[in-house]
């Protein structure tokens, strides 16, 4: 099977958004309201559901990264509320079927927001967050379109918020490599790459401001991280946790703060092309269960 992604260039900024086959697996998997609660159709199921849209989040809607993590560590051994969150999920991605990237034009220069949610899943594991992006060369980098995401459980439990996120910080900052010497050799050169944090801790220990004690859990990822940073490769630095978009894929958010944020990340749904109709009409779970009630007509007086 194989999925591909439409990218538009023209002299306003790139827009990227899912290809006509990726919106037909979006409407089919919405539309499979009748699958069996238990058993191998029902784990194949949600595989499938969870493999397919694991590429779409990561190429384009990066809203879905955070869900998407939970519901994997479930799916070797998915229970009955495992297909309900899957239902859930699915009723979120086919209310935004068109999620559109849109990139604005940059000096090229790299640049990260980093971030950790501590004992936010199960067995008391943290999630580290990144956001990845194209600016300019300054203090406080100006946003644009996500070039990659980053919603990663950290497999150890961590033993305290700082060292979640002096976690998160090691991981965005070992994917963020690859990415500056790509950039180099397409003839970019870069800067020490700034990566925001809103933890004070955590920048006070790899920028050698503090001294931790009791920390050989976390030795090596605060030497790796301070000796990238004496080699210029990285440029940490603090602000405020409202203005860090890693926070939004490291933790479950209700449905106003989805509304409120999505938009930080993509651009409005586009019109649906004429090619994209549904084959089938999708009937919701709700109508399903409630009937809509036909009352009689008043009769004439």
Known sequence: MLLTLQTKQTTAPTISQCSTHLWQKITFF???DTLPALGKQQKTFVQEAIGVFLYYAQAVDCTMLTALGSLATQQASPMETTLAQIHQFLDYALSHPNACVM????????AAHSDASYLSETNARSCAGGHFFLSEDVHYPNNNGAVLTIAQIIKAVMSS????????LYINARELIPLRHLLIEMSHPQPPTPIQTDNSTALGVVI?????????AMDMRFHWLRSRINQQQFRPYWRAGTTNLADYVTKHHPAIHHQ??????????QP??????LTAPCISRSTIMHPPTIRPAASAA
């Open 161 to 168: 918020a700082a060292e979640a996120e002096l976690g998160a």
């Open 30 to 32: 919405a539309g499979a």
């Open 208 to 216: 050698n401001t503090i001294q931790p004690k009791r920390t050989k």
């Open 260 to 269: 409120a944020v999505r938009p930080l990340f993509l651009t409005a749904n």
């Open 103 to 110: 990139y604005r034009a940059s000096d090229m220069i790299l």
């Open 272 to 277: 649906l092309p004429p090619q994209w109709k």
